[in-house]
């Protein structure tokens, strides 16, 4: 009871945001984090106040040694017991402040739309904004830090500096709400201007009625909205500016995705085996997409490519920055699965 659900949705949805983009993530628990489970990785996106003593102290040691860390508002601020913790604050690049409470969120993601902005948070180097949702906590940086974004009142919201062989980046907000948020707000703007549509069409005679109701309102839904509306009860206009914030640190840290895909909101999961690799593919777009062009990263030249839904797929392969290649394209309606086999038998 009097918990904030808007930690566990920033997790949520910062997991989203590097999806859209191919990003590979894995999720770490605490338990495994203790038992050294993040050597290997190079970068970890931390959001949740509370973490184990046992956890954050390998955390600590991750960073040292030179992993790339993102810790939000509050992340890592108390124990498994509740009680304050030290260990996350002395490697961050920032003093904390006081963390603000601005408006709880607890009911399910769905109802993310109604976090009110309480704020602002503006990049100052691209001028770049993101809404201040459910809380805040002012940054003091430490020596040597870069203050990469403040809020509208000029307080530090966003502080990156170095610790040990690392890279830290303390964030005094939530980035990844206002990700989901916008993509809400704008189904719902557009669901009421369908309501609002087929109610003035159905006051007008004629056969251009459509066209007379979304002139009367000032727009006309287009027909890939209608279709999005009418086929999914899930967001697509996701703000590039908010993914692009939330990839910067993943991009400096060098992280280079496995799939490379020429369109935005399709998921790639790169899976390895034996005999191959295999790709699930899922179009957030919620459109069918006539061309999609894919750059997959492979340790030996694949004697075939294939596609559930369109069979063996031509391919040409690439070799760049010390990485091997293959390019290949295909539509790609809602979902599909690639299979890159080492040996020529078909996908079964």
Known sequence: IGRNLAYGFDRMHTWMALAHAQIPVDFVSEDQAAAGGLDGYRVCYFSGPNLTRAAAAKLADWVQAGGTLIATAGAGARDEYNRPLETVEGVLSAVRGELATLQSH?????????????????????????????????????????????????VAAWVRGGHGAGTVHALGFLPALDYIRQALVARQARVEQAKSETAAEAAIDGPDASKEAGAAAGTLLTAEDRRRIETSANPWAFPASVRDALLAPARAAGIRPPVICSEPLVDAVYMTGDEGIVIPLANYTLLP???????????????????????????????????????????????????????????R
């Open 106 to 154: 607890q009911s399910s993601g769905h109802y993310l739309s109604v976090l009110l902005p309480k704020g602002r948070v503006v990049d100052r180097a691209t001028g770049a904004g993101i809404d201040v949702l459910s809380v805040f906590q002012p940054l003091t940086p430490r020596e040597g830090a870069v203050v990469v974004a403040t809020n509208t009142a000029g």
């Open 289 to 347: 997409l006539p061309r999609v062009e894919f750059s997959v990263r492979v340790p030996q030249v694949p004697q075939r490519v294939e596609s559930v839904h369109r069979g063996a797929l031509d391919y040409r392969l690439e070799t760049a920055n010390g990485e091997q290649r293959i390019v290949f394209a295909l539509p790609l309606d809602s979902t599909d699965y690639l299979a890159i086999r080492w040996r020529a038998s078909p996908l």
